[in-house]
């Protein structure tokens, strides 16, 4: 199907990790010009530029404002425009804590490596959208930012500020800079990644899916589908301000007994 993105200029952050990564490779299946964003993990991100023909790449620490804004101007200089963005960087805290375990410094670090990387790639997106006039922004949040997350109380506030209240504040403010400027999220529930391996094996599966009517766990190109999808003013041009769950119709409770 058309998906009206070929020769489009795409920023992808978080392109080292699984789901980016993912991302990244359906963009470019799609005729899409890709700049491959990382902050840490270089190799990962080298290969899938290689792999994707010699795609740019951009080193940027997301939570300084000033490597954003440089992010954007080397994609600039690199694509020629920034037409799309899918705002994937982010950071699950792997160990259990409750709240009333839970240090102030995990916290302001888990908001900060999420809804602040999401608030700032948003802004230095829109300043592109300002100047093509046009442009459509894919945000990814969680289905902890939907249901909660026991243990992960800081990830789970993170994730669900960027499913709400910064979400439909962008795909309205969005309007002001062009008209038909789109702005919507995907919400990715247990998905295999680099950042949970270790805990998907089969007995996490059983036991995680117990909420889920499909008993498995989502591959990274279960969710970049979605991200391209909403991405495409073809296939999502009257879409704005939604978020796709893509968790296997997880609900908030218990589906099957074991």
């Known amino acids: 199907m058309e998906t009206g993105l070929a020769g489009k200029g795409v920023v992808v952050t978080g392109a080292s990790g699984g789901i980016g990564a993912a991302c990244a490779r359906l963009f470019h299946a799609e005729g899409a010009r890709i700049v491959v964003h990382y902050r840490s993990g270089e190799d990962r991100a080298r290969a899938l530029a290689a792999e994707l023909g010699g795609a740019p790449l951009a080193q940027a620490n997301l939570t300084v404002e000033a490597d954003v804004e440089r992010l954007f101007a080397e994609a600039r200089a690199a694509l020629g425009s920034v037409d799309v963005c899918a705002a994937v960087a982010g950071v699950w805290p792997t160990a259990d804590v409750p709240v009333w375990e839970l240090p102030l410094e995990r916290w302001h670090e888990t908001v900060t490596q999420n809804l602040t990387v999401t608030f700032l790639t948003a802004k230095w997106f829109l300043r592109e959208v300002a100047a093509n006039g046009h442009g459509s922004l894919v945000l990814v949040g969680s289905t902890a ?6 243990g992960h109380a800081d990830y789970a506030a993170a994730k669900s500020g960027i499913l709400g209240g910064l979400l439909l504040s ?41 909420t889920m ?16 999808v909403l991405a495409s003013d073809v296939l999502s041009g009257h879409v704005s301000g939604q978020v796709v769950t893509v968790a296997g119709g997880m609900e908030g409770r218990t589906i099957h007994p074991d």
């Open 170 to 210: 962008l795909k309205n403010e969005v309007t002001r800079l062009a008209p038909l400027a789109r702005v919507n999220a995907v919400a990715p529930g247990w998905t295999e990644s680099p950042m949970t391996r270790g805990f998907v094996d089969d007995d996490a599966v059983r036991r995680v899916s117990r």
């Open 145 to 150: 930012g939907i249901f909660g997350e026991a």
């Open 213 to 228: 009517a499909l008993r498995k766990i989502a591959q990274p190109e279960d969710v970049a589908a979605h991200v391209v």
